[in-house]
């Protein structure tokens, strides 16, 4: 019962906030204003509070750990506020420095580790056995997970539905993982992130009538990130620390392939341009549907490898 309830009373409670945040952010401005580097051509409204309140309150309703759902409740809602921002100052015609969101997104994972969500070991690839991490590295590993894979949802959130749906199907793989490794904590709140982000999709999918924005964007990452620290990381074989980079897999390259590519260009690897797979995918001749379904099947194919890998373990 508590699996459904996870599943369809995240898809309930965003479905229903939709409406009033959408009201919300169009009565004051809260929008996505199109300029030369973006895809879309009229203003769209930031509604990604819907997943931050219906994620937020529904975790408190499932029978998960306090720790766990204090840590992703404040850890959440600080990345959330910390994007928000961000959203307000660009609605207004401004951009928010790197260096302020960064330092939220510290804060973010810190509240994450407080709470007792931590990279406590690793998997020793050439002995196979463990590598136990002193406190101070253990924080170290752990915001150094939650802020990357905060970022690159953030980064692939660049056409309709894209970071919305590699989430889900992220979410999806890790509960999947999580079934069989026996851990229903991580597989509720898989579910919760399975349920919200296909409520989300039903309105951000292309044509989109609605944006994550950054506070959307970042909280969906950070969230994601903490399913990881909780399930597949806890595992004492090498499939905790291959799982979660295969299933983030794409996210990962083409976030990698940019801060290379700028780096080698002399450009600052924080400042957002069109040099992104799904932009390239465009500029080849796709429509944003079309490039959505294929980075949509590419993501499902690393999460197969990842389940594969996950599999042959237990065998």
């Known amino acids: 019962m508590a699996y459904v309830l996870a599943l369809c009373g995240a898809f309930a409670l965003v479905t229903a906030i939709m409406p009033r945040l959408y009201s919300f952010s169009v009565r004051h401005g809260i929008v996505d204003r199109p300029t030369a580097r973006k895809v879309h051509e009229i203003p769209m409204p930031f509604v990604g509070a819907a997943l931050w309140v219906g994620i937020s309150l529904l975790l408190w309703t499932l029978p998960i750990d306090n720790g766990l759902a204090l840590g992703l409740s404040l850890g959440g809602t600080i990345a959330f506020v910390v994007g928000f921002v961000d959203d307000l100052v660009k609605s207004r015609g401004g951009d928010m420095s790197a260096a302020p969101k960064l330092l939220g997104q510290i804060f973010a994972a810190s509240a994450l580790y407080w709470a007792g969500v931590q990279v ?5 690839p050439f002995s196979g056995g463990l590598i136990f991490l002193a406190p101070g590295l253990s924080w170290l590993v752990t915001v150094i997970w939650v802020v990357a894979v905060t970022n690159i949802i953030n980064f692939m959130d660049g056409l309709d539905g894209l970071a919305c749906g590699i989430v889900n199907i992220a979410a999806l793989t890790m509960g999947i993982i999580a079934y069989f490794m026996g851990q229903p904590t991580t597989l509720l709140v898989s579910l919760v992130l399975v349920g919200g982000t296909l409520a989300f999709l039903r309105y951000n999918f292309n044509p989109a009538k ?3 924005g950054d506070g959307g964007a970042y909280f969906l990452g950070f969230v994601l ?4 620290v909780e399930g597949a990381f806890k595992s004492a074989t090498l499939v905790g620390l291959l799982v979660p980079i295969l299933v983030l897999g ?3 390259f083409d976030t990698m392939y940019n801060i290379v590519r700028r780096l080698l260009s002399g450009k600052p ?3 957002a341009d069109r040099g992104h797979t799904h932009h390239r995918l465009l500029q080849a001749g796709l429509s ?3 490039t959505v379904l294929v980075m949509y099947l590419v993501s499902i194919c690393f999460s197969l490898t ?3 890998v996950m599999f042959a373990s237990r065998w």
Do not use: R, T
């Open 120 to 124: 406590e070991f690793l998997s020793n």
């Open 210 to 212: 609605v944006f994550l």
């Open 225 to 228: 990130a903490a399913v990881s």
């Open 250 to 252: 794409l996210p990962i």
């Open 269 to 271: 690897i924080y400042v």
């Open 288 to 290: 944003q549907k079309q």
């Open 306 to 308: 990842a389940l594969v």
